[in-house]
């Protein structure tokens, strides 16, 4: 009972009438409590001791958001902790360090955008997107340097090559991975068969690219010769790359998926295959795309493998299955690694940042697709 | 015996289940099959290497004093990618997922992912070009000041070409990875155990630590092992970071090298032995990936009995 | 249709361990069976042996028939599939799938099977059935929202709707209203005596009062301590269970004495 | 659209040659070429419709590789084949085996950023001492020697260097291990020595961008590429030569073939310590290989025709264009030319 | 210790949707209040809002007072975890942390708040919270398991026990006997008698028999049609709700003539 209120005994009519106790005395529940303007006051004054200690040793925005920064997680965790208590104290730093760590991933975010759209967005125009670079010579582009006139040539062949191999070892690593996925989860009941696979599959996370390239290189020299060299090889290479990351984050969301909706469906004598296909994946759905869009992006910007593997073209090509082939990323890497033009390498590096452009640009477009799939089947609740 | 009813259509429809089951089954083999072709593969292209005269291996030595320094080099920047990506990625998936405003999420959510967007022949040039000269000062500061730590020992890189800024722009890359695998696990998180922590009087950071986090934990595992697989396999965006040379402690010196990248610098012009070496130096790779993921499934075992799953 | 239920000498166990021991009952069809016993005595563990549902879990496995109409579930050859299909089952804690409408949730036993359904016949399946349970008035205006945007009591009602529509032919129940008012309980009871005209009922009941009202029999489990198995004790007609029953244990605990 | 020059129209068809070839020529090497290649391969493909020349700038060694392997029809390398590789060239070449033609010469600047300063002159000792970071100074006494008249800072040197295997690296180092013995003492190879640990960088573009963005740095690289950079005139006999084609032409002059191959092979061992007045010594010979025989007439006509395009006058002169590089002179040209004339089909 | 709530003029939204309209009520210190009516009537959403756990669900908000002896809860400055850690919750299913043990389970609460608790009073602790809430037989030996591994009733009296460890000043209950036998029914209700003794308690039941058993007054909710927000309609002494109510409704819900 406290003694803090200057209520009277309570009063049993349901309708509260009294006026309310006039004097009421501060909320015993909001004592030691940090009142509204302290995270802006505390903000401020960090700003001001920030701005000073960095005149000290030099000014620079950075070194003052980095102060500032440091003087704030500091002074609001101490503050915190005197008036509010250690919980509250260890609550704020947490806080307060989440974030920081966002905006900390946002400076790299935002510096390899900004590069990226400095550099790609002058040379992004209908010539660009439409043209390939069957023909383009250092003379072109030399002779484009001296008169002044529009860079030549574009990342058309290479848009072709990027999705086509793309969309070939989506296609063969997609099924596989959750097939995989759904395996462990669903039927292999963690016997030894698939306790190898769940470790094998980690272990083939670490293969590095340009083995997985070799590797199917090798691989398709055995079945075709050595001068199998196509798209459908890179899309392999690929997929060796792709699919750990598709089991994997297939198996974490399936593995979330409540029993209780399996056994629901099992009781209204739905089939095994049934359920997955119709419940489990269904639920667990927005996970899975997302982890199949990251694998996608995992491997879209992949150059190592795709150079062993699909060779090098400067044309359109659309046959997966013949002839060589270009994607972005082999374009960017050749165009700033062995410029068309040695003497005149702007060109080159005009190009290469814009299909940066156009590869980062193709991936977000892929991201909301995968995002707008996965908003049509998941759980409609949740947050 | 009478026959049973039960049994008599019991047949229609199990076709289903079994073709299911047979390709579920038939794709782990499939991964099983290729990661063992993968590594017979790799173990037959290096057989040269461990066959060889030792003094015919780059370096003159033999193959373990040619690998040495580069594990550990390899090692060195998979740890520097993963001591700041784990927690910047843990924390920013909290972000998305408990801290920000709600309808701000899903976008920033996309955002974040956008880092996995960026292919690594960007991030190699943006590292050269744009984070390496930005670190230098800073590297120059830790010389000065804590050069008498060995990690720091001076004089410091001219161009900020080091091991140490590979790692950074590793870690940028892990991030998305990490970040987005524990995003997802941490908004499965029931709702009943949030809620049975706020019940109590937690703290936003009390429920976290109490439910969110035991919850995610072998999901968080895993998200570290996927961005550890991309750490230590990432080849092109070391090649082009890394000022390579041999092993030194000093972080912002340039120096050491990892395995991903010494194949990639190195396999163009690589011929007969020099090929088998490289190949082994993959093997290497392989290796040590299956270590780290030994004691990764040690750790999650250990609490196996406590999983948040069901 | 509806079919009777024999269980003979039923062993059921959880890897290892024992939970329910030596079970011999005989369940009459188109009547009303209420297993009653204190929490952990292995009722749902049972309950789940009637349909196969126990083997859905990790361990699970059993000793013993159950014979539905003479055919034993557990012989060889037998389809869990089919199984279920014929004794369909409402859980104790309300699980509508999370993914689907309410409309879907009552169709999904229909739909997730792949059969086709005209759109009038499913209008008509998913009214009759919501009816049933006593929830059509509440939803009717919000059939294509999702069944988890509902409270507790609604959830589990839809799921006993999703149950009746797929008309099984025996309806196990464990404790279907305990998360019910008394006005969807009394509106469940109410159908529960309707569908015992047609079919096999079998429900796990803590409310006494319920088992009386409802049931034509009553089982009393009991264990004998933690670790032991769970043990039917008592089966017989519920008014002869709860007024006269043969056992001091069943006595004890339907008039709350117990322990 | 496949042809984004068809508003420029600088591959002007130069007339069809006398045989019409048609088909898919692969080949596979060094990525230096692949500028010169893109070159010849637009030239020869607007001379030759129905042809496709596809070439993968995988580097020498992957080139050679796939060509032994039978996976190239010809690789383009920064080193001729060696003896043994000709020996099993034969597995896929026939009893004759393959040839080395040379097709590409590019001199190696070596290159530095010091602003305000366009040249230095050098001899090989202290560009040695340099490079092994022996001189660390820009104003060190042995600079100076040489460069009078010029404000040398006192900027530390910041040696760059190639962090992949490269044929730039051998051909320098070999220069370095000929012209300045008593300084250069490690093993000639693609690889920079281990033991020297200064900033590198990947790949001819890497090491210039990294020398243009630190001052007081010097690397080396093919001479088309430095862009702005400041380039040393290397001493040889008592002069110090500029860097140019036809300074490189003329230090290829002096080179004398390779002793022990066939008559069609034309490997070339290059005289890096020449005297001779006006010749650049710091150059890199880059070779086509051939094999002596094909499996049918349509791919000899082919290689031949494309082969014979890339030393004839019009394609050495598209590759200066484009690539920067010096073009052999008319003598080797005619003598490369005979050589892959006599290709054949074999058994 | 424990302390009296008055709410004023309380409205809770769901985002936009009014669930309960208009609730006045004063809870005294030491005694047990009773909330019964209707599923979907709102009593689950108004308990909630008597501990601020309303705020956890998207779109959670309310209008008016709720006051902790006189210091209003929604009052700007005050913080939820205060609220929380003086108002205890049951919920309406069992929610036993997975990842720690039943021990770590009892001692969750307690752990929270900072103090050092040595080894032995940690133990007499969890003893006399198990045994409380009528579990200590069942679990004294595997302490250590995790308590996830419990049947749906013993996770239920875990999750209570675990509440009663921090020894709050209000405690609410979210039909926390819906998921147990009656055996640890009685034993909760009998519990709810002691704790009478020292805290408040506010209890949501669909068990009239418990509310007429165990609460001092009883509040009756009600709800005119879906979509339409939750009432209060009658709030007074148990024996007068029970035996002489002043609002039809109330006398038709009680007796189970509703609807
Ligand atoms: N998945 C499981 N694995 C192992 N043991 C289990 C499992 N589920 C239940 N048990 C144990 O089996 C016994 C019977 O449990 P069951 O859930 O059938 O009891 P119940 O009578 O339904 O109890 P309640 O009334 O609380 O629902 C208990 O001792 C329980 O701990
Ligand atoms: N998270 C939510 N978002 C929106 N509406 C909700 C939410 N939870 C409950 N409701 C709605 O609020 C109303 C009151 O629900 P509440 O769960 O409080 O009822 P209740 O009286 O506790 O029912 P029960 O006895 O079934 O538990 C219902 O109409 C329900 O549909
Ligand atoms: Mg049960
Ligand atoms: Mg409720
Ligand atoms: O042409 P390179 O071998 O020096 O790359």
């Given at each position: 009972?406290?003694?803090?209120?200057?209520?009277?005994?309570?009063?049993?009519?349901?309708?509260?009438?009294?006026?309310?106790?006039?004097?009421?005395?501060?909320?015993?529940l909001?004592?030691?409590?940090?009142?509204?303007?302290?995270?802006?006051?505390?903000?401020?004054?960090?700003?001001?001791?920030?701005?000073?200690a960095?005149?000290?040793?030099?000014?620079?925005?950075?070194?003052?958001?980095?102060?500032?920064?440091?003087?704030?997680?500091?002074?609001?965790?101490?503050?915190?902790?005197?008036?509010?208590?250690?919980?509250q104290?260890?609550?704020a730093?947490?806080?307060?360090?989440?974030?920081?760590?966002?905006?900390l991933?946002?400076?790299?975010?935002?510096?390899?955008?900004?590069?990226?759209?400095?550099?790609?967005?002058?040379?992004?125009?209908?010539?660009?997107?439409?043209?390939?670079?069957?023909?383009?010579?250092?003379?072109?582009?030399?002779?484009?340097?001296?008169?002044?006139?529009?860079v030549?040539?574009?990342?058309?062949?290479?848009?072709?090559?990027?999705?086509?191999?793309?969309?070939?070892?989506?296609?063969?690593s997609?099924?596989?991975?959750?097939?995989?996925?759904?395996?462990?989860?669903?039927?292999?009941?963690?016997?030894?068969?698939?306790?190898?696979?769940?470790?094998?599959?980690?272990?083939?996370?670490?293969?590095?690219?340009?083995?997985?390239?070799?590797?199917?290189t090798?691989?398709?020299?055995?079945?075709?010769?050595p001068?199998?060299?196509?798209g459908?090889?890179?899309?392999?290479?690929?997929s060796?790359?792709?699919?750990?990351t598709?089991?994997?984050?297939?198996?974490e969301?399936?593995?979330?998926?409540?029993?209780?909706?399996?056994?629901?469906?099992?009781?209204?004598?739905?089939?095994?295959?049934?359920t997955?296909?119709?419940?489990?994946?269904?639920?667990?759905?927005?996970?899975?795309?997302?982890?199949?869009?990251?694998?996608?992006?995992?491997?879209?910007?992949?150059?190592?493998?795709?150079?062993?593997?699909a060779?090098?073209?400067?044309?359109?090509?659309?046959?997966v299955?013949?002839?060589?082939m270009?994607?972005?990323?082999?374009?960017?890497?050749?165009?700033?690694?062995?410029?068309?033009?040695?003497?005149?390498?702007?060109?080159?590096?005009?190009?290469?940042?814009?299909?940066a452009?156009?590869?980062?640009?193709?991936?977000?477009?892929?991201?909301?697709?995968?995002?707008?799939?996965?908003?049509?089947?998941?759980?409609?609740?949740?947050? | 015996?009478?026959?049973?009813?039960?049994?008599?259509?019991?047949s229609?429809?199990?076709?289903?289940?079994?073709?299911?089951?047979?390709?579920?089954?038939?794709?782990?083999?499939?991964?099983?099959?290729?990661?063992?072709?993968?590594?017979?593969?790799?173990?037959?292209?290096?057989?040269?290497?461990?066959?060889?005269?030792?003094t015919?291996?780059?370096?003159?030595?033999?193959?373990?004093?040619?690998?040495?320094?580069?594990?550990?080099?390899?090692?060195i920047?998979?740890?520097?990618?993963?001591?700041?990506?784990?927690?910047?990625?843990?924390?920013?998936?909290?972000?998305?997922?408990?801290y920000?405003p709600?309808k701000?999420?899903?976008?920033?959510?996309?955002?974040?992912?956008?880092?996995?967007?960026?292919?690594?022949?960007?991030?190699?040039?943006?590292?050269?070009?744009?984070?390496?000269p930005?670190?230098?000062?800073?590297f120059?500061?830790?010389?000065?000041?804590?050069?008498?730590?060995?990690?720091?020992?001076?004089?410091?890189?001219?161009?900020?070409?080091?091991?140490?800024?590979?790692?950074?722009?590793?870690?940028?890359?892990?991030?998305?990875?990490?970040?987005?695998?524990?995003?997802?696990?941490?908004?499965?998180?029931?709702?009943?155990?949030?809620?049975?922590?706020?019940a109590?009087?937690?703290?936003?950071?009390?429920?976290?630590?109490?439910?969110?986090?035991?919850?995610?934990?072998?999901?968080?595992?895993?998200?570290?092992?996927?961005?550890?697989?991309?750490?230590?396999?990432?080849?092109?965006?070391?090649?082009?970071?890394?000022?390579?040379?041999?092993l030194?402690?000093?972080?912002?010196?340039?120096g050491?090298?990892?395995?991903a990248?010494?194949?990639?610098?190195?396999?163009?012009?690589?011929?007969?032995?020099?090929?088998?070496?490289?190949?082994?130096?993959?093997?290497?790779?392989?290796?040590?990936?299956?270590?780290?993921?030994?004691?990764?499934?040690?750790?999650?075992?250990?609490?196996?009995?406590?999983?948040g799953?069901? | 249709?509806?079919?009777?239920?024999?269980?003979?000498?039923?062993?059921?166990?959880?890897?290892?361990?024992?939970?329910v021991?030596?079970?011999?009952?005989?369940?009459?069809?188109k009547?009303?069976?209420?297993?009653?016993?204190?929490?952990?005595?292995?009722?749902?563990?049972?309950?789940?042996?009637?349909?196969?549902?126990?083997?859905?879990?990790?361990?699970?496995?059993?000793?013993?028939?159950?014979?539905?109409?003479?055919?034993?579930?557990?012989e060889?050859?037998?389809?869990?599939?089919?199984?279920?299909?014929?004794?369909?089952?409402?859980?104790?804690?309300?699980?509508?799938?999370?993914?689907?409408?309410i409309?879907?949730?009552?169709?999904?036993?229909?739909?997730?099977?792949?059969?086709?359904?005209?759109?009038?016949?499913?209008?008509?399946?998913?009214?009759?059935?919501?009816?049933?349970?006593?929830?059509?008035?509440?939803?009717?205006?919000r059939?294509?929202?999702?069944?988890?945007?509902?409270?507790?009591?609604?959830?589990?009602r839809?799921?006993?709707?999703?149950?009746?529509?797929?008309?099984?032919?025996?309806?196990?129940?464990d404790?279907?209203?305990?998360?019910l008012?008394?006005?969807?309980?009394l509106?469940i009871?109410?159908?529960?005596?309707?569908?015992?005209?047609?079919?096999?009922?079998?429900?796990?009941?803590h409310?006494?009062?319920?088992?009386?009202?409802?049931?034509?029999?009553?089982?009393?489990?009991?264990?004998?301590?933690?670790?032991?198995?769970?043990?039917?004790?008592?089966?017989?007609?519920?008014?002869?269970?709860f007024?006269?029953?043969?056992?001091?244990?069943?006595?004890?605990?339907?008039?709350?004495?117990?322990? | 659209?496949?042809?984004?020059?068809?508003?420029?129209?600088?591959?002007?068809?130069?007339?069809g040659?006398?045989?019409?070839?048609?088909g898919?020529?692969?080949?596979?090497?060094?990525?230096?070429?692949?500028?010169?290649?893109?070159?010849?391969?637009?030239?020869?493909?607007?001379?030759?419709?129905?042809t496709?020349?596809?070439?993968?700038?995988?580097?020498?060694?992957?080139?050679?590789?796939?060509?032994?392997?039978?996976?190239?029809?010809?690789?383009?390398?920064?080193?001729?084949?060696?003896?043994?590789?000709?020996?099993?060239?034969?597995?896929?070449?026939?009893?004759?085996?393959?040839?080395?033609?040379?097709?590409?010469?590019?001199?190696?600047?070596?290159?530095?950023?010091?602003?305000g300063?366009?040249?230095l002159?050098?001899?090989?000792?202290?560009?040695?001492?340099?490079?092994?970071?022996?001189?660390?100074?820009?104003?060190?006494?042995?600079?100076?020697?040489?460069?009078?008249?010029?404000?040398?800072?006192?900027?530390?040197?910041?040696?760059?260097?190639?962090?992949?295997?490269?044929?730039?690296?051998?051909?320098f180092?070999?220069?370095?291990?000929?012209?300045?013995?008593?300084?250069?003492?490690?093993?000639?190879?693609?690889?920079?020595?281990?033991d020297?640990?200064?900033?590198?960088?990947?790949?001819?573009?890497?090491?210039?961008?990294?020398?243009?963005?630190?001052e007081?740095?010097?690397t080396?690289?093919?001479?088309?590429?430095?862009?702005?950079?400041?380039?040393?005139?290397?001493?040889?006999?008592?002069?110090?030569?500029k860097?140019?084609?036809?300074?490189?032409?003329?230090?290829?002059?002096?080179?004398?073939?390779?002793?022990?191959?066939?008559?069609l092979?034309?490997?070339?061992?290059?005289?890096?310590?020449?005297?001779?007045?006006?010749?650049?010594?710091?150059?890199?010979?880059?070779?086509?290989?051939?094999?002596?025989?094909?499996?049918?007439?349509?791919?000899?006509?082919?290689?031949?025709?494309f082969?014979?395009?890339?030393?004839?006058?019009?394609?050495?002169?598209?590759?200066?264009?484009?690539a920067?590089?010096?073009?052999?002179?008319?003598?080797?040209?005619?003598?490369?030319?005979k050589?892959?004339?006599?290709?054949?089909?074999?058994?």
């Amino acid at each position: 009972m406290s003694a803090t209120t200057t209520r009277k005994t309570p009063n049993d009519s349901r309708n509260l009438q009294n006026p309310p106790p006039v004097a009421r005395k501060r909320n015993s529940l909001a004592k030691g409590h940090l009142p509204r303007w302290a995270v802006p006051g505390i903000a401020a004054a960090s700003l001001i001791l920030g701005a000073a200690a960095s005149t000290l040793g030099g000014f620079s925005v950075a070194t003052l958001a980095i102060y500032t920064a440091i003087i704030f997680v500091i002074a609001s965790t101490v503050i915190t902790t005197l008036v509010e208590g250690p919980r509250q104290g260890r609550n704020a730093l947490a806080t307060n360090l989440v974030y920081a760590a966002f905006l900390l991933a946002l400076i790299p975010l935002a510096s390899v955008l900004f590069t990226v759209l400095q550099k790609g967005l002058p040379g992004i125009n209908t010539h660009f997107l439409f043209h390939s670079m069957n023909g383009i010579t250092g003379a072109v582009d030399n002779a484009s340097v001296e008169n002044g006139t529009p860079v030549l040539g574009g990342a058309y062949h290479a848009v072709i090559g990027t999705l086509l191999i793309t969309l070939w070892s989506t296609v063969i690593s997609v099924p596989v991975g959750m097939l995989t996925a759904i395996y462990l989860v669903e039927y292999g009941k963690n016997g030894p068969l698939a306790r190898a696979i769940t470790f094998f599959v980690d272990v083939m996370t670490g293969i590095p690219s340009i083995v997985a390239g070799l590797f199917a290189t090798a691989l398709f020299a055995v079945l075709l010769g050595p001068t199998a060299r196509m798209g459908i090889v890179a899309a392999v290479a690929l997929s060796v790359l792709m699919i750990p990351t598709v089991v994997r984050s297939t198996e974490e969301m399936l593995k979330i998926v409540p029993n209780e909706l399996r056994e629901a469906a099992y009781a209204l004598g739905v089939r095994k295959w049934r359920t997955i296909a119709k419940v489990v994946i269904p639920t667990a759905i927005s996970g899975i795309a997302s982890g199949v869009t990251l694998a996608i992006a995992r491997v879209i910007g992949e150059t190592a493998p795709i150079l062993v593997t699909a060779g090098l073209a400067n044309n359109i090509n659309v046959n997966v299955f013949g002839n060589w082939m270009a994607t972005l990323p082999t374009f960017i890497y050749y165009q700033i690694l062995t410029p068309t033009s040695p003497t005149n390498v702007d060109p080159s590096i005009q190009r290469a940042w814009a299909a940066a452009l156009l590869l980062i640009v193709m991936v977000m477009v892929l991201n909301l697709g995968a995002r707008l799939v996965a908003g049509l089947f998941a759980p409609k609740k949740g947050r | 015996m009478t026959t049973n009813a039960l049994r008599r259509n019991g047949s229609k429809g199990q076709a289903g289940d079994k073709v299911f089951s047979g390709a579920a089954l038939g794709a782990g083999i499939l991964i099983l099959a290729t990661l063992l072709a993968v590594a017979i593969f790799l173990f037959i292209q290096a057989l040269p290497t461990f066959t060889a005269d030792p003094t015919l291996i780059t370096g003159g030595e033999g193959f373990a004093s040619y690998i040495f320094p580069i594990v550990v080099g390899t090692v060195i920047a998979a740890a520097i990618a993963l001591l700041i990506a784990t927690p910047v990625g843990i924390a920013v998936a909290l972000f998305i997922s408990h801290y920000a405003p709600r309808k701000l999420a899903a976008g920033l959510g996309y955002v974040i992912d956008l880092l996995a967007a960026i292919p690594s022949v960007i991030y190699g040039a943006w590292g050269y070009l744009v984070l390496a000269p930005a670190l230098v000062p800073t590297f120059q500061w830790l010389a000065a000041n804590l050069g008498f730590i060995p990690l720091f020992a001076g004089p410091a890189s001219q161009t900020g070409k080091t091991i140490l800024t590979a790692g950074i722009v590793l870690a940028v890359m892990v991030l998305p990875i990490i970040t987005s695998l524990s995003r997802e696990i941490f908004l499965q998180t029931p709702k009943l155990h949030e809620e049975a922590a706020l019940a109590l009087g937690a703290t936003r950071w009390e429920m976290i630590t109490m439910s969110v986090l035991p919850f995610a934990r072998p999901g968080i595992i895993s998200a570290v092992m996927l961005g550890l697989g991309r750490a230590l396999g990432e080849t092109m965006a070391v090649a082009l970071v890394l000022s390579t040379g041999g092993l030194i402690p000093s972080l912002i010196k340039s120096g050491n090298q990892t395995i991903a990248a010494e194949i990639a610098l190195n396999f163009p012009e690589a011929f007969g032995l020099r090929l088998a070496e490289l190949i082994a130096a993959g093997l290497v790779l392989f290796v040590i990936t299956l270590v780290v993921n030994l004691i990764a499934r040690a750790i999650i075992a250990r609490h196996k009995e406590f999983s948040g799953a069901n | 249709m509806s079919k009777r239920i024999d269980v003979k000498d039923l062993n059921v166990y959880y890897s290892k361990f024992l939970a329910v021991e030596d079970v011999n009952i005989e369940i009459e069809a188109k009547s009303v069976t209420a297993f009653i016993g204190p929490s952990g005595c292995g009722k749902s563990t049972f309950l789940r042996t009637l349909n196969r549902m126990h083997e859905v879990i990790p361990g699970g496995r059993v000793e013993g028939e159950v014979l539905l109409d003479g055919d034993n579930l557990y012989e060889s050859g037998v389809d869990p599939v089919t199984v279920r299909s014929q004794i369909g089952m409402v859980f104790q804690r309300p699980n509508p799938f999370p993914t689907m409408s309410i409309k879907d949730n009552v169709l999904a036993g229909v739909k997730l099977n792949g059969k086709k359904i005209s759109r009038s016949d499913a209008d008509s399946l998913v009214e009759k059935s919501l009816r049933g349970a006593n929830l059509w008035n509440e939803v009717k205006d919000r059939l294509d929202k999702p069944g988890s945007g509902l409270s507790g009591g609604q959830q589990q009602r839809l799921c006993i709707a999703r149950t009746i529509a797929v008309k099984p032919q025996v309806i196990l129940m464990d404790e279907p209203c305990s998360a019910l008012d008394p006005i969807s309980t009394l509106a469940i009871e109410d159908l529960i005596n309707e569908l015992k005209s047609e079919f096999t009922v079998v429900i796990v009941t803590h409310n006494m009062q319920q088992a009386a009202r409802v049931s034509d029999k009553t089982a009393f489990f009991n264990i004998a301590g933690t670790g032991k198995p769970g043990k039917l004790i008592e089966y017989a007609e519920t008014a002869t269970i709860f007024s006269n029953p043969s056992v001091k244990a069943t006595e004890d605990y339907v008039s709350g004495r117990f322990g | 659209s496949d042809s984004p020059t068809a508003t420029a129209g600088t591959a002007a068809s130069t007339g069809g040659s006398a045989a019409a070839v048609t088909g898919t020529l692969t080949g596979s090497g060094a990525s230096s070429q692949k500028s010169a290649m893109e070159a010849w391969k637009a030239g020869f493909e607007a001379a030759n419709p129905g042809t496709m020349v596809q070439y993968s700038p995988d580097g020498s060694g992957a080139g050679r590789k796939a060509f032994l392997a039978g996976g190239a029809q010809f690789a383009g390398s920064d080193a001729y084949l060696k003896a043994e590789e000709i020996e099993s060239s034969k597995q896929v070449c026939g009893p004759e085996g393959a040839f080395n033609v040379p097709a590409y010469v590019s001199p190696i600047a070596v290159a530095f950023n010091l602003p305000g300063i366009e040249t230095l002159n050098l001899d090989a000792a202290t560009i040695a001492k340099i490079f092994k970071l022996e001189i660390t100074k820009w104003n060190d006494p042995a600079i100076a020697a040489m460069n009078e008249g010029i404000a040398l800072p006192d900027t530390a040197i910041t040696v760059v260097h190639r962090n992949d295997e490269s044929g730039t690296t051998e051909n320098f180092v070999d220069y370095l291990a000929v012209a300045a013995k008593d300084v250069w003492t490690y093993e000639v190879s693609g690889d920079w020595p281990k033991d020297l640990a200064s900033e590198n960088a990947k790949g001819t573009s890497g090491v210039v961008a990294t020398t243009t963005g630190t001052e007081g740095a010097i690397t080396y690289a093919d001479h088309s590429a430095v862009g702005k950079l400041g380039t040393v005139n290397v001493k040889v006999g008592e002069d110090f030569t500029k860097i140019s084609s036809e300074a490189a032409a003329k230090g290829v002059e002096a080179a004398t073939p390779v002793e022990g191959r066939g008559a069609l092979d034309m490997s070339l061992d290059l005289k890096r310590d020449t005297t001779e007045s006006g010749s650049y010594p710091i150059i890199l010979v880059s070779y086509h290989v051939f094999c002596s025989s094909y499996k049918d007439q349509a791919t000899v006509d082919l290689v031949k025709s494309f082969g014979e395009y890339v030393l004839s006058e019009a394609g050495q002169k598209e590759a200066a264009a484009s690539a920067g590089n010096a073009p052999l002179s008319a003598k080797m040209s005619e003598a490369a030319i005979k050589s892959i004339d006599s290709i054949k089909v074999g058994s």
